[in-house]
């Protein structure tokens, strides 16, 4: 298991967040992929003391969630396109800090300049994302090892392993459940029927080694060729 992460030290205005063995440290996230929210929404229900309160799949859901939550640690995606220094002045005034899922390791310490506190990527793992949300409720910043992060992708073998296995159709399917589309969903963009979706699946589960939609799609993002070779099946 990865835990791939480097601790920087917080600036000396920060607000340090404390919370003890009976407070529960409530988390939003937010994110358009419903699949990555739903899998670190898995990783983070195992921990005792860590609660997801609220998720949002743009902007003026999280702006909401924000108003009705006095969460302590925002999880949010770069691609939501949200303007951060007014997320900065909502997070302020609830006294949260901000994670943000960035899409490029060089833009990481440019987060941290603009107020965010936390920097992961898609592919992180869930040990490094619980370390994450822990050390910045404590006041300290985190950025994702990008190092690793690079080195994983560009020897990404499983990856190309599993494409090799997949036929075409079957890559698309694999690209809508990323997306978050159900088996029924699926079969009408495809013009099939539910049945055979299923049947598709189950042989998709096999080649790739996964028991479930949840975990196919949990290893379609950490395996960055897998995710390009879906995309670029070329479905809307």
């Known amino acids: 298991m990865r835990s791939a992460s480097q601790a920087v030290k917080p600036a000396k205005s920060a607000e340090v967040l404390t919370f003890g063995k009976a407070d529960m440290l409530k988390i939003i996230l937010a994110d358009n992929q419903a699949i990555f929210r739903a899998g670190a929404a898995k990783v983070l229900a195992v921990e005792d003391d860590l609660r997801v309160v609220a998720q949002a799949e743009n902007g003026e859901k999280l702006e909401s969630a924000l108003t009705s939550f006095r969460a302590g ?13 007014k997320l900065n002045e909502s997070a302020k005034k609830s006294k949260t800090r901000l994670v943000i899922v960035a899409d490029n390791p ?17 592919n992180v793992s869930g040990p490094a994302l619980v370390e994450c949300v822990r050390k910045v409720a404590k ?13 994983e992708s560009d020897a990404d073998a499983v990856g ?16 809508l459940i990323v997306q978050g589309y159900k088996n029924k969903e699926i079969a009408t963009k495809l013009g099939t029927t539910e049945q055979v979706i299923k049947n598709y699946l189950r042989n998709v589960y096999d080649k790739i080694g996964v028991s479930d939609r949840l975990e ?20 809307n």
């Not at 640690?73 to 220094?85: C, N, P, R, T």
């Not at 006041?139 to 080195?151: K, R, V």
């Not at 196919?216 to 479905?235: C, D, E, K, Y």
């Open 73 to 85: 640690i925002v999880i949010f995606s770069e691609d939501l396109g949200l303007d951060l220094a």
């Open 106 to 122: 060089e833009t990481a310490r440019g987060f941290l300049n603009r107020g965010i506190n936390g920097v992961i990527y898609r």
């Open 139 to 151: 006041g300290e910043n985190f950025i994702q090892d990008s190092q690793q992060t690079l080195a």
């Open 160 to 175: 190309a392993r599993v494409v090799d296995r997949l036929t075409a159709k079957e890559l698309k399917i694999v690209a």
């Open 216 to 235: 196919l799609a949990l290893f379609t993002i950490h395996h960055r060729i897998l995710m390009q070779a879906a995309t670029a099946t070329g479905v």
